[in-house]
């Protein structure tokens, strides 16, 4: 993410972005990794503008493998921990577990905030169905 160009963005539209997602790898950015000072760059100024941040993280465990690999600091950790301390900076996360997670259908979505999660869920009945729900 370019922070900078974030940070000027939020200024700009104030009150008017919601959430912010970073997908981890960096999609538009040919599958390359996300560095950890730039999750924790990117959750600042959400933080600082009243943004959530969200993780995109359906390929959160290469992510993982790429900044143990490639940030001295991060060499020591486990790919588990360096997830761990990626999610840890953000208010939720999506997932489309067809990727990392290495199932054939189905995802979630995360949210640190009860009272959001429960409109989502409740806007996903009228529009998916219950959650409970799986496919046949
Ligand atoms: C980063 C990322 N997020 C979400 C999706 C959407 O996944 P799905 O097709 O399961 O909805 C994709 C699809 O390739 C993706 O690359």
Redesign the pocket.
């Known amino acids: 993410m370019d922070i900078a160009g974030l940070d000027r963005l939020l200024k700009e539209h104030k009150g008017h972005v919601g959430a912010v997602i970073l ?3 960096n ?1 538009s950015g040919g599958g390359q990794p996300v560095s950890m000072a730039n999750a924790e760059g990117v959750s600042a100024i959400c933080k600082r503008h009243g943004a959530l941040f969200l993780l ?1 993280c ?2 959160i465990a290469e992510n993982s493998w790429f900044v143990n690999h490639r940030e001295a600091d991060m060499a020591q950790l486990s790919y588990r921990r360096i997830a761990q301390r990626m999610f840890a900076l953000a208010d939720g996360a ?6 990392d997670a290495l199932v054939n ?3 979630f979505l995360a949210l640190r905030d009860d009272a959001l999660s429960e409109a989502c869920v409740n806007l996903l009945i009228i529009t998916e169905g219950f959650t409970t729900y799986t496919a046949a």
Do not use: E, H, I, L
């Open positions: 997908t981890v790898t999609n995109d359906c390929r999506v997932m489309s577990a067809k990727k259908m189905g995802g």
